[in-house]
């Protein structure tokens, strides 16, 4: 085959000419061997991050294992106290322990339904801190007069799981009459309890004589208890041989055991005297009606109790006598008469009375709740309607009672804004000055009857904000802290420091506890307490 003429022609042309700029001849085998290596084009991923290890062995692993949440402890779910589980949470246990065990709530009943909200709602414990804040519980429970619930409480925690659970439950069923379970697991456990004491008593209470006899021996010979503690329960064994014996002295601070170690012996001791745990014990059936009542109403008035428990003992028979519980008595089954006739009039007459008696027993909150209701039925003038009004302040039902003022008093009033949550509108308002730099206090057409008022007024204001140490706790989510210092504060306003009145209100707003922050206001201006 022959090459055309002008193609070998151009062929040879393309050869001498020189390349176009930027153009690159073609490459021999020798001259590609000799270019430089390009860097590969690999994606972004992991594979282009540094090494990080020097060594093919295989590394230490470090595990850290899930804690699981421990389990709610409370006889009230948070549905119904609208408290969390976490209530704890980011608190220090010890902190919180103290605080429950000192918070005053005395002379508050509202403060009072709070603090057993507390301790009855279900909260989880902190992990690893042991048992701080349900001992501190069951401890207040118990100090409070509330001895079923503390009961119920360690029961459902697990009584015999700790030997400082078990003591509680033990001290407790020795009040409520129930010490044959406790003294059942002691028998099972023997390592719950090292007191020699509540041995020997749990042997004798199983039929185990012999066992009890040994211990108090050994108890005698080794000087293991006190010499008044050695002849109570001498007589506690063995009461044939003490018979014609004098009573012993009486303890000065007697625990639940000793209590129930007199009261076998046939020497019980005055509950009136004693804390108010021991009042409990007075409510069983060997207890004497009148000891009863007083104790009911001792109970009561720490909140301890239900009011319809007062009022069936009230109502259980005719008074047996007159003076102090027998007047109460008398006032008390007097006015339900006046209520069960329907008459106004008879009720008026009967209302002064009995609220007196309720009076001189603190138990103002107790009637209010039982008969509030009942009240509000019927028709009065002048002072009782006052009075019936107030009664119905003190009340769950307190703000619909509001509406139904029966004077335009200054204080009424206040009293009727108060319930209705509008006590703010008596405290002075802010008004920034014109250039902003500034706010001055604008007076207002109604002031607050009284230096009391006025700083329960500011404590509902917007203007008031809670203490910076109680933010910061619900800041951080400190929710049960934040409550039991609100309480605290609010305590030593009702003692006169109106400046901590106001913001213990502004705190108890700030948490959401609003129904309680007007029922512990209303309580300081309506009760009379000394």
């Not at 020189?18 to 153009?23: D, F, S, T, V």
Request: with cysteine; hydrophobic share 45%; charged share 20%.
């Amino acid at each position: 085959m022959h090459t055309k003429p002008a193609s070998l022609f151009a062929l040879c042309l393309s050869l001498w000419l020189p390349l176009p700029a930027g153009a690159q001849a073609p490459l021999t085998v020798i001259d590609w061997l000799g270019q430089p290596d390009k860097e590969p084009q690999l994606p972004d991923t992991v594979l282009l991050e540094a090494p990080v290890t020097g060594s093919a062995t295989q590394p230490q692993v470090t595990v850290t294992p899930l804690q699981a949440l421990l389990p709610p402890i409370g006889l009230v779910s948070p549905t119904a106290t609208g408290l969390p589980l976490d209530l704890w949470a980011g608190s220090e246990a010890q902190e919180i322990a103290r605080l429950i065990r000192t918070v005053p709530v005395q002379g508050n009943p509202a403060l009072q339904s709070l603090l057993f909200t507390l301790l009855l709602s279900e909260s989880r414990p902190l992990q690893s801190e042991g048992d701080a804040i349900l001992l501190s519980r069951l401890d207040r429970l118990i100090a409070q007069g509330a001895t079923d619930p503390a009961q119920a409480l360690v029961e459902q925690a697990g009584p015999a799981q700790t030997p400082e659970r078990f003591k509680r439950w033990f001290f407790t069923t020795l009040l409520s009459g129930d010490e044959d379970r406790a003294c059942a697991s002691l028998t099972a456990a023997p390592h719950l309890s090292n007191d020699y004491r509540v041995r020997i008593f749990c042997s004798a209470r199983r039929g185990d004589w012999p066992t009890a006899a040994l211990l108090l021996e050994a108890a005698h010979a080794l000087e293991l208890l006190s010499k008044e503690e050695l002849n109570l329960l001498d007589r506690f064994l063995n009461p044939d041989v003490f018979e014609l014996a004098p009573p012993l002295p009486l303890p000065s601070k007697p625990d639940p055991l000793t209590f129930r170690l007199f009261e076998t012996i046939g020497e019980p001791l005055p509950t009136a005297p004693l804390p108010r745990v021991f009042a409990a014990a007075d409510l069983r059936d060997v207890a004497g009606w009148k000891a009863q009542l007083e104790a009911a109403e001792r109970l009561t008035r720490a909140g301890a109790l239900n009011p319809n428990q007062l009022l069936g003992l009230y109502t259980e028979r005719r008074p047996a006598a007159s003076g102090g519980v027998w007047d109460r008595v008398a006032a008390l089954q007097s006015f339900e008469k006046a209520l069960e006739s329907n008459d106004s009039a008879e009720i008026a007459t009967a209302l002064p009375e009995v609220w007196q008696a309720m009076q001189s027993a603190g138990l103002e909150i107790g009637f209010a709740d039982l008969f509030a209701e009942a009240l509000a039925r019927f028709q009065f003038e002048g002072e009782i309607a006052a009075l019936a009004w107030r009664i119905e302040l003190l009340a769950p039902s307190y703000e619909i009672a509001s509406h139904r003022s029966p004077d335009q008093k200054a204080e009424t009033l206040f009293l009727a804004a108060l319930a209705q949550g509008r006590a703010g509108s008596y405290a002075p308002r802010l008004v920034a000055s014109e250039d902003g730099t500034a706010a001055e206090a604008q007076p207002l057409p109604r002031p607050a009857p009284s230096p009391l008022a006025h700083s329960i007024a500011l404590g509902f204001s917007d203007a008031t904000r809670p203490p910076a140490q109680i933010q910061a706790l619900l800041d951080n989510g400190q929710l049960g802290e934040a409550i039991l210092r609100s309480m605290t504060l609010f305590s030593r306003g009702a003692a006169g420091n109106l400046g901590d009145l106001t913001q213990a209100l502004a705190a108890l707003r700030a948490i959401g506890l609003e129904d309680t922050a007007r029922r512990a206001a209303l309580q300081l201006m309506l009760l009379e307490r000394g």
